[in-house]
């Protein structure tokens, strides 16, 4: 197995929602990452969890929450958003610490639009 | 601040022209470099990726890019595009083998049949 799996794949939340989107990968990579993509945008970086331990977060607002439950699964919940949050949400996986020798696996997505 | 630059915002093709895309970027020690594409509606893909070794890379799809160290550069080329190459092109580079992708702006290409 070689994927990064996002689901869903699309999804519509209000403001007021509780929702969370999921990423599990098989790979035995120990490194994963949720990143933000707008239209015609390179992807940001959001969170970087390494050995299920959050090791980076480029300072997201709070209503993000990442959760690493186990090496194959990454979740990001999500409260009280913003339209201005609606993107495509990408979750990557890698080598830890090798991330430049390995390179990333990028899952699918999820695009998100917030009502 | 380390960056990446694609120089080139938009490119219009015709089918079968020759293709080159720049990329520079502004770090002086060890880099990894990658090309992604991402076509219209779809996610990331790894088009190719230099670690070490020959600096003439081959990946997917006849693309293939050239690192050349002293200009701080790794410019993506085709001989000959093809219509459905129509996509978003990323140039991305990771710095001393850390985590963290530095990304380009991207180069959005289109190729007119």
């Known amino acids: 197995d070689t994927e990064v799996t996002q689901t869903p794949k699309h999804l519509v939340m209000g403001m007021t929602n509780k929702k969370s989107l999921k990423c599990e990968q098989h790979m035995g990579h120990r490194a994963m990452y949720w990143y933000k993509q707008k239209a015609k945008k390179p992807p940001e970086l959001m969170f970087v969890y390494s050995y299920e331990k959050l090791s980076i977060n480029e300072s997201v607002p709070s209503r993000f929450s990442p959760e690493c439950p186990n090496s194959s699964l990454l979740n990001l919940h999500l409260h009280a958003l913003q339209p201005e949050d609606s993107a495509l949400y990408l979750c990557a996986s890698s080598q830890a610490g090798q991330g430049g020798n390995y390179g990333y696996t990028f899952g699918s997505g999820t695009r998100l639009t917030v009502v | 601040a380390q960056s990446v630059s694609q120089h080139n915002h938009h490119v219009i093709l015709s089918e079968a022209a020759s293709l080159e895309l720049g990329c520079n970027y502004s770090?002086?020690?060890?880099?990894?470099l990658f090309w992604y594409v991402q076509y219209p509606g779809q996610h990331l893909q790894l088009l190719l990726k230099y670690f070490s070794g020959d600096p003439l890379v081959k990946g997917i799809k006849g693309f293939e890019a050239e690192f050349i160290k002293s200009k701080f550069s790794f410019n993506l080329r085709k001989p000959s595009v093809q219509w459905s190459d129509t996509a978003e092109y990323f140039c991305a580079v990771i710095l001393d083998s850390n985590y963290q992708l530095i990304w380009g702006a991207g180069t959005k290409l289109i190729i007119k049949p």
């Open positions: 770090y002086g020690g060890t880099v990894n």
